[in-house]
């Protein structure tokens, strides 16, 4: 069975590395590597001149079979494919001490003996000690490799039938080309040969990519071998055909016809990087599927169109079989397909009408050179290319009839009627949704990808933060009133609690965090975060904040109103040309002074707290007040908004107990109103009440990260409480199936095994009774708060926080 890591580090003969005995290390150093161990994300560090590696198990897929070997080695002698690489990358991160971010960058691993191409989205960061010395790098790293290899495979997917329509090789030769022309890593070099009719042994080259005749005469003999069955598909190349950049291995993919002819045989010669069984066999096989389908859809397309020219008429057989059944746009036209003669609209169906802007009737007789632009080379090359093979595919550009471009993907076919005369059948589909598509998908997935990033670094830096705080607070009770040192202490305290507030508007971006109410003076917090909101305004225009000390007080969520100011105020940029001015004022209004609602919403309070938001750009028209704030309603361009901002702030706000309304509409500027509610003198005082402290109730404390467990046992025992210390969740189960005494449970969410949500509900079935706090910074499946979860605390906490949840959940005295 494979040993953790985290008993590597407590066996592995460090004494006998450059590093040095664990005892003699920096403690900074000693504090990082105890965090890495405790993470589920990939994170690698190096150490020393000699850069010796320290990683977590989530690190251990990247290493391959290079562990455990690599698991306290220097990165040289683990890494020397990629040496030059992470030499000249970590030197500069450990002279300037700046990080350094990759973003889906190939690198050439030996994971299991030779080198293969390896896509990371990673980071160098350094380490330094308290003094600013660096210590070390470290390293976290995702593999993107899946990923990457599959966009560029995805476009096999655009080799379809209807876009290659004739049947034979010219069906599908053009496209297949285009393809495998921009994928030089899983066709370094490809060929497809004409096949013999009679003897289905390879004749002349169709066409070559990167390959010269004398490598496809060497390629012969093998492809000839493969397709007699006398050799297997994949095959070794010959020694006078390899090449440094080739595999020295390819692969073979016979094409047959619908009758199950062989026609034609690609060839696909891989970069040496890609690996043939495990990564280009199943690619093509997939090739193949794709080829074939379309080849043999498209002699059906032409069996049918054939018999259609012979039982119907010429227009009849055009509207019903194309016009009428296909949702792309057809022009049909009289033409002789050479590229210098007439060619005449004789009919174009509704879409190709919509696509180009013209009547059907007034398109009929036009010259081809009216719906493209003056000497368009492009065009000129597409009618030689169908003149040659009577069929072209690829993309053009149409002029519409009110002379805007129109970019489309075409596919134009030269048919034959039975008398001898020529007509050309052009298909054209917009290639302007596609790509917007394809643009929103991707950006989908980016965002994803990095609101998963987001949370998981935000969960191990809460982790720290509540080390630091409770350090932080230990210190601060433990020095007299006139210690020099105390202001320090206190300023120290009030960075960290600023680096969680940070911490938790990165998380409310990402939509994994209950909220957490907290009394706030609306004047001080809006200056607080007057750096945030002058980003998200920009440079050109400026930013206007006149609310008194004398506002009320109001209950809020930190996170949650930062993201609904900061999304305002993004709005009300797009809306400003430049040199704009948005103003934020606050008062307390009763329900004279709420502006409207949109739909009716009632709020319980009478009183609230009126944050207002004005900009003075062109307002909001009469015909979109009331649409604003439905999901997907933008005025935006295509690709530039999604239409979910204010729905987003409007809901935020609600989670929160307030509302947000549009105020009075005129042409001088937008004006949000966000409503909060107010925090009455009774609610002030009870914020302000010390934090009580505990009655040596016995507290089982559940905790994974030993930095984090030793602080707030620390904090345990100064607040008046017995801690009963658990390090994972079956840890904690033994204790409660015990006779032990147990007054309440606090426990960490993100464990690994078995986790804090389902050690409550363990702890129900054993101990229903038994009150449960659960601390968190994130949480993986959504919120953690509900009736069926308890308490939530917030990382990082201070001591005060602590015990204020604690208490709050213990049985009130004399009770069972």
């Given at each position: 069975m494979a040993r953790s890591n985290l008993a590597l580090l407590e066996t592995h003969p460090w004494h006998e590395t450059s590093l040095g005995p664990v005892e003699d290390w920096p403690p900074e150093m000693r504090g990082v590597i105890a965090a890495i161990m405790a993470s589920d994300f990939p994170v690698c560090t190096g150490w020393g001149d000699d850069t010796i590696q320290i990683y977590n198990d989530a690190y251990n897929a990247i290493f391959g079979d290079k562990h455990p070997a690599s698991f306290g080695a220097p990165l040289r002698d683990t890494w020397p494919e990629i040496w030059p690489f992470v030499r000249d990358n970590l030197g500069h991160v450990q002279r300037s001490g700046e990080p350094l971010l990759f973003q889906d960058t190939m690198l050439p691993l030996a994971k299991t003996g030779r080198p293969e191409e390896c896509y990371f989205d990673f980071?160098?960061?350094?380490?330094?000690?308290?003094?600013?010395?660096?210590?070390?790098?470290?390293?976290?790293?995702?593999?993107?490799?899946?990923?990457?290899?599959a966009r560029r495979r995805q476009v096999v997917s655009e080799i379809t039938a209807t876009s290659h329509a004739g049947g034979g090789i010219p069906a599908f030769s053009g496209a297949l080309h285009a393809v495998l022309s921009d994928n030089d890593m899983d066709c370094r070099a490809g060929i497809l040969f004409r096949l013999s009719p009679e003897n289905g042994m390879p004749l002349e080259a169709e066409w070559t990519i990167r390959a010269d005749p004398q490598f496809t005469g060497a390629l012969r003999p093998a492809v000839a071998a493969a397709l007699s069955g006398k050799s297997e598909r994949i095959f070794n190349l010959p020694r006078d055909a390899r090449r440094p950049e080739l595999s020295d291995r390819g692969i073979v993919i016979p094409i047959a016809d619908g009758r199950a002819q062989l026609i034609a045989?690609?060839?696909?010669v891989p970069h040496a990087l890609v690996p043939i069984d495990r990564s280009l066999a199943p690619f093509a096989t997939q090739l193949s599927q794709r080829v074939h389908a379309s080849l043999h859809s498209a002699e059906l397309l032409e069996q049918d169109l054939l018999r259609a020219r012979e039982q119907m008429t010429e227009q009849s057989a055009m509207y019903q079989f194309l016009f009428e059944n296909i949702r792309d746009g057809a022009i049909y036209t009289a033409t002789s397909g050479r590229p210098e003669d007439d060619e005449f609209v004789l009919a174009l169906n509704t879409r190709a009408c919509e696509m180009l802007g013209y009547d059907a009737e007034e398109a009929i007789g036009m010259h081809r050179d009216a719906f493209f632009f003056p000497e368009d080379r492009d065009l000129a090359l597409a009618l030689q290319e169908r003149n040659r093979n009577d069929v072209f595919v690829g993309d053009l550009t149409f002029r519409a009839k009110d002379g805007s471009p129109v970019p489309v993907e075409v596919t134009s076919n030269i048919v034959e009627l039975a008398k001898g005369e020529r007509r050309s059948v052009t298909i054209i589909r917009d290639l302007a949704n596609r790509t917007s598509r394809d643009r929103e998908r991707d950006e989908r997935m980016r965002t994803e990808a990095l609101a998963s990033l987001t949370r998981a670094v935000a969960h191990d830096f809460n982790n720290l933060l509540t080390v630091v705080l409770g350090s932080l607070d230990a210190l601060e009770e433990g020095l007299p009133e006139q210690d020099s040192n105390l202001n320090l202490v206190q300023s120290a305290v009030r960075a960290a609690e600023e680096a969680g507030r940070l911490t938790s508007q990165l998380l409310a971006y990402s939509r994994r965090t209950?909220?957490?109410?907290?009394?706030?003076?609306?004047?001080?917090?809006?200056q607080e975060i007057r750096p945030l909101l002058i980003a998200a305004l920009g440079d050109a225009n400026r930013l206007d904040i006149d609310i008194g000390e004398d506002v009320a007080n109001c209950w809020a969520d930190t996170s949650a109103l930062t993201s609904a100011l900061i999304n305002l105020v993004t709005n009300a940029r797009h809306a400003m040309t430049g040199d704009g001015t948005l103003s934020i004022t606050a008062n307390v209004v009763s329900g004279t002074g709420f502006y409207p609602s949109h739909d009716g919403y009632e709020l319980p309070q009478e009183e609230y707290v009126a944050v207002n938001v004005r900009d003075n750009g062109p307002g909001v028209p009469a015909s979109h007040r009331e649409k604003i704030f439905e999901p997907f309603f933008t005025t935006k361009g295509i690709g530039e908004g999604t239409g979910l901002g204010l729905p987003t702030v409007l809901d935020t706000v609600r989670q929160i107990g307030g509302d947000l309304r549009l105020g009075p509409g005129d042409d001088d500027g937008a004006e949000f109103q966000i409503l909060l509610p107010l925090a009455t003198g009774a609610d002030g005082k009870e914020a302000e009440a010390a934090a009580p402290a505990g009655n040596d109730e016995v507290v089982l404390y559940v905790e994974d990260n030993l930095l984090v467990r030793e602080k707030t046992v620390l904090m345990l025992q100064n607040l008046g409480f017995s801690p009963l210390v658990a390090r994972h969740g079956r840890e904690a189960l033994d204790y409660a199936r015990s006779d032990r005494r147990i007054d309440i449970v606090l426990t960490d969410l993100v464990m690994p095994g078995l986790s804090g949500r389902a050690l409550v509900r363990e702890l129900a079935r054993l101990r229903p009774a038994l009150p449960v706090v659960i601390a968190t910074g994130y949480d993986p499946d959504g919120p953690a708060s509900g009736t069926d979860m308890g308490s939530v605390l917030m990382k990082p906490y201070s001591r005060e926080e602590l015990a204020d949840a604690l208490v709050r959940n213990l049985p009130s005295p004399g009770t069972e």
């Open positions: 980071s160098y960061s350094a380490v330094k000690d308290l003094g600013g010395r660096v210590l070390g790098v470290m390293s976290i790293a995702v593999e993107t490799t899946d990923a990457v290899v045989a690609l060839v696909l209950p909220t957490k109410l907290r009394m706030l003076q609306i004047g001080a917090f809006v």
